[in-house]
């Protein structure tokens, strides 16, 4: 198959998924920007968590709240769980590759706080481990989801569930939401202008 033709296929399909997600889901989206938005007036912060690609784009929604996304503003409280290696592996090493984001949870949540999962399948025991924990801790689960949103489905209080199956794609849509949440909360928090 040529290169170009290819090219043009997958890029049809990205097109056709965020199309499908700004006609159906866009209520979702603005409402998991707005609990973000509550969340850092009170004074809360929001932390987040997933595996592989979801990982990285944890990490890197975390780092566009704490730098900035568009604007120079103070940074919000926001941090990825699974950056902190040496923590990362003596939890999977002393407990269980499951505890990882749970132990973390337990150890940096107050009530009030936003726990963000992100996965594809819906279905990572290490993430619905800690949904539960920040379910019992009070604090509020939003889900950037794939599929049928998984087992972790239930316990998140709101959840963009990106209707495909293969994970490039829904990772793809996860940022493109994902950027569009970090600039409402910085429009909403600091009226900026661009």
């Known amino acids: 198959m040529h290169y170009e033709q290819r090219a043009r296929e997958q890029f049809a399909r990205h097109i056709k998924l ?19 938005v509550d969340c850092y ?14 990982a990285a ?5 975390a780092a566009e709240l704490v730098g900035r996304y568009l604007i120079d503003r103070p940074p919000l409280p926001a941090l990825a769980l699974h950056t902190d290696t040496s923590t990362v592996t003596a939890i999977a090493n002393d407990y269980a590759y499951e505890e990882i984001f749970a132990r973390q949870a337990e150890a940096h949540l107050q009530p009030g706080d936003v726990l963000v999962v ?34 972790v489905l239930p316990l998140c209080d709101l959840a963009l569930v990106v209707p495909a199956k293969e994970s490039f794609l829904i990772q793809e849509v996860y940022m493109i939401a994902g950027h569009w949440i970090c600039d409402m ?10």
Do not use: Y
């Open 185 to 194: 909360i910085e429009q909403e928090i600091w009226g900026a202008d661009r």
């Open 18 to 36: 965020a199309q499908q997600v700004m006609d159906e889901h866009m209520p979702v989206v603005a409402a998991l920007a707005q609990r973000l």
């Open 118 to 151: 992100l996965t594809t399948s819906g279905t990572s025991s290490n993430i619905v481990k800690a949904a539960e924990v920040a379910r019992r801790k009070g604090c509020t689960v939003l889900g950037l989801l794939g599929r049928d949103g998984g087992t």
């Open 57 to 61: 784009d944890a990490q890197h929604l």
């Open 41 to 54: 007036r009170r004074g809360n912060k929001a932390i987040f968590c997933g595996n592989g690609g979801s």
